[in-house]
């Protein structure tokens, strides 16, 4: 079946420094979509990204669409505190509009 | 402003008894989703629905069960609570098939 790998699981960062989480599919994607949720809240929708190559920048975090449409990557600049939670990649199931969610990579921020 | 709320917040029952979720949203969106949040799992499709008296079922829906009888509900139904079914379930609504998702605060459940 369809599988959506999110890597890595966790990640431990001083704040000031810089957070990457990769999302990759076994399937071409007709788009992937990025949420963030907060210790205890619930998932809050980012961003879509629909084309190749696409990058969509909000503030300090900088999506981006791989060229063959199987991966993408978020990238968080000079990390906040503010910036602690899970963040999920969401694509499309394989044949049909569902969304499947990605395990999450797990960002932790020390002051 | 237009919202998605579930209650209860949270929930403790006993094994055997019915349960239900509920879940109301003011978005007038047509798409309605029910997920599960457990640790290791990240998150389940239990059921889902592209509009009124509109069900289907998602990957993880043995012993769930949903009704859309309006835009604004879709409440979540445990037929027989289990201990595998302690979770925490959150509610979804989208405007379209390609739409991010707004979801609401969640149900911890806890099964006894």
């Known amino acids: 079946g369809q599988q959506v790998m999110q890597i890595p699981q966790y990640q431990h960062v001083q704040e000031g420094e810089d957070f990457t989480t990769y999302c990759n599919s076994s399937?071409?994607?007709?788009?992937i979509q990025w949420y963030k949720q907060r210790p205890g809240g619930h998932p809050v929708f980012l961003i879509q990204?629909?084309?190749?190559?696409e990058v969509k920048k909000q503030k300090r975090l900088t999506f981006q669409f791989g060229e063959a449409k199987k991966n993408s990557s978020l990238h968080i600049t000079a990390t906040q505190t503010t910036d602690v939670g899970t963040y999920f990649c969401?694509?499309?199931?394989?044949?049909?509009?569902?969304?499947?969610f990605g395990t999450g990579t797990r960002l932790q921020v020390f002051p | 402003d237009a919202e998605i709320t579930q209650s209860p917040r949270h929930k403790i029952t006993e094994t055997g008894r019915q349960v239900t979720l509920a879940c109301h949203q003011t978005?007038?969106?047509?798409?309605m989703f029910w997920y599960r949040q457990d640790l290791g799992h990240g998150l389940r499709l239990i059921h889902y629905?592209?509009?009124?008296?509109?069900?289907n079922k998602g990957e993880v829906s043995d012993g769930y069960s949903v009704s859309r009888s309006n835009t604004e509900d879709l409440p979540l139904t445990l037929e027989s609570a289990a201990s595998s079914q302690t979770s925490v379930y959150f509610c979804?609504?989208?405007?379209?098939?390609?739409?991010?998702?707004?979801f609401g605060s969640g149900t911890r459940l806890t099964v006894v």
């Open positions: 969401a694509v499309p199931s394989y044949n049909t509009d569902k969304l499947i």
């Open positions: 399937t071409t994607l007709s788009n």
């Open positions: 990204l629909v084309k190749s190559g």
């Open positions: 978005w007038n969106h047509n798409n």
């Open positions: 629905s592209y509009g009124v008296h509109d069900t």
């Open positions: 979804a609504s989208a405007p379209g098939r390609a739409s991010g998702y707004t």
